[in-house]
């Protein structure tokens, strides 16, 4: 007997990269469920293995080659005792290598690309018989399955929601318009039903996934495309659903509804994830980013004038082509400026196909030294940022059991773990935390009460 035929079948998703990921994973799950399928902790026991991989930096491929080796293993091991076992290969590898994938590891059954999700069950079943490989972008039936109820998850109180995939900006350097296709948006009446799922739940936080997350223009209710704002304030509608994030954003698509969302709306956090990735002017043209370093810094101020008191996360790349140490001077520069609260920051990784790729590089030597120098600034900023905290009252998310006994773990309102001593029972609740002390990471504080609609997300003292 195969193992697609067994009553009872298992599969093994493992996520490689973004929360897009994880997001589509959890729906890739919830799609196979409908066939039969129950998710295992372990490729060992699967019927079904499926990566889920990711092609944004270097290696990423590579890895995924190595994984497979692994798996071989186990596929031929329940060969051996009777049992068929299907390898899959999904996400952002799968829709950039396609078939190269199945000749470079025949060993793979089905090669997906991340808008067939909602085929998995019969390609699956397809992919038992004789091999598989599925890169259609079929982003709308993509977005319409997502409107099927999916499995209820208990115990979670924050959750991801994609909104859009996909992007037209054709940054130098990044192969998402490849592996995601072009820029698409979900309708708002099928995002706002998720939303409402998720809260009779009992999630109190959602976080708004997109590649280009504010470019966002789904179809609203009135046959208008709505922007991100304009969905903002709508899902902020929805009882229950105290916390709401978007991410990731791009500076060219922060328009007045969005700035608007974060001065009226108590439910929007004031944490804004906008990636810059270079402080130079010149570098910033090369990359194709269409905005200045100036425009970047004209746009924080018009947020923090809106909000004040909010948290700032970035990227960068370092060492892109033709970034020379003037240039690299000006990102250090644009770090100090912003005072972010936390950052992201990659080696540039050539990505075939993308423009960049085939410029002149940077050497590794320079790029490490470079990312190292951008790493220690970062961490200077967040640590100055923690210490503001300090003296603040802030709502804090409960999530889960902290490391230490009688310890619980949450999220501030500028997405920062925070640590306190606490009765467990407060884990999926909202309460008011005096902030006392910072860590490396983190920010430490004791309950001071219950969250109030009356009183602010944050205040200034205890
Ligand atoms: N849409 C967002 C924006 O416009 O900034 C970024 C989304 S991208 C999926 C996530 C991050 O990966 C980027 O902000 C960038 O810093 C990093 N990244 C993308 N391509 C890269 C490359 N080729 N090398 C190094 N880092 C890269
Ligand atoms: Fe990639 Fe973001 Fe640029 Fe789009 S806007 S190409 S996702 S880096």
């Known amino acids: ?45 699967a019927d079904l293995i499926l990566l889920n991989t990711c092609h944004i930096r270097e290696k990423a491929a590579e890895k995924v080659y190595s994984e497979v080796g692994r798996l071989r293993r186990i596929k031929e091991e329940a060969a051996e005792s ?13 829709q950039a290598e396609g078939e190269e994938i199945v000749r470079r590891a025949p060993v ?27 890169t259609e972008f079929a982003v709308a039936e ?11 998850r208990t115990g979670r109180h924050a959750a991801f929601l994609t909104v859009q995939e996909g992007c037209d900006k054709f940054c130098a350097f990044c192969v998402v318009p490849y592996t995601r296709g072009a820029e698409s948006s979900r309708p708002v009446a099928s995002i706002a039903a998720e939303a409402r799922r998720l809260a009779a739940e009992g999630v109190r936080e959602v976080t708004l996934l997109g590649q280009n997350v504010n470019a966002f223009h789904g179809e609203g209710p009135d046959g208008d495309a709505w922007t991100l704002g304009r969905l903002l304030f709508h899902l902020a509608e929805i009882p229950g659903l105290d916390r709401l994030r978007y991410t990731t954003s791009h500076p060219r698509d922060m328009d007045d509804t969005l700035i608007a969302a974060h001065r009226d709306l108590d439910a929007l956090m004031p944490y804004l994830h906008l990636p810059v990735q270079s402080g130079s002017d010149r570098v910033l043209a090369a990359m194709n980013r269409k905005h200045t370093r100036d425009d970047y810094l004209r746009i924080i101020d018009k947020v923090r004038d809106a909000r004040p008191g909010m948290a700032i996360a970035g990227d960068f790349i370092v060492g892109f082509p033709g970034e020379e140490e003037t240039d690299f001077e000006d990102t250090l520069r644009i770090v100090d400026e912003v005072g972010y609260a936390s950052a992201f920051s990659f080696k540039y990784s050539p990505r075939p196909g993308t423009p960049a790729a085939g410029r002149d590089q940077v050497p590794e030597p320079v790029m490490a030294e470079r990312l190292a120098r951008l790493q220690a600034r970062i961490a200077a900023a967040q640590a100055a940022f923690n210490a503001s905290r300090v003296g603040m009252t802030a709502e804090v998310l409960f999530e889960r059991p902290g490391r230490h006994p009688g310890q619980i773990v949450g999220r501030s309102p500028w997405l920062s773990p925070v640590q306190v001593s606490a009765d467990a029972a407060l884990i999926g609740s909202i309460a008011r935390v005096a902030l006392t002390d910072v860590g490396s990471n983190s920010l430490f504080g004791r309950v001071v009460g219950k969250a109030g609609a009356d009183r602010p997300v944050v205040e200034a003292t205890a």
């Open 1 to 45: 007997m195969s193992g697609t035929d067994h009553e009872l079948k298992t599969v093994f998703v493992k996520t490689y990269g973004c929360q897009m990921n994880v997001y589509d994973s959890e729906r890739m799950t919830d799609a196979l469920a409908t066939s039969g399928y129950a998710a295992v902790d372990s490729p060992e026991s």
């Open 82 to 94: 009777g049992r068929a076992v299907v390898i899959g290969i999904a996400g952002c590898v799968a």
């Open 108 to 134: 793979v059954d089905l090669v997906v690309g991340p808008q067939s999700y909602q085929r998995l069950p019969e390609l699956v079943a397809r992919a038992a018989r004789g091999r598989v490989v599925e």
């Open 142 to 152: 993509k977005f319409a399955a997502l409107d099927r109820p999916a499995a209820s």
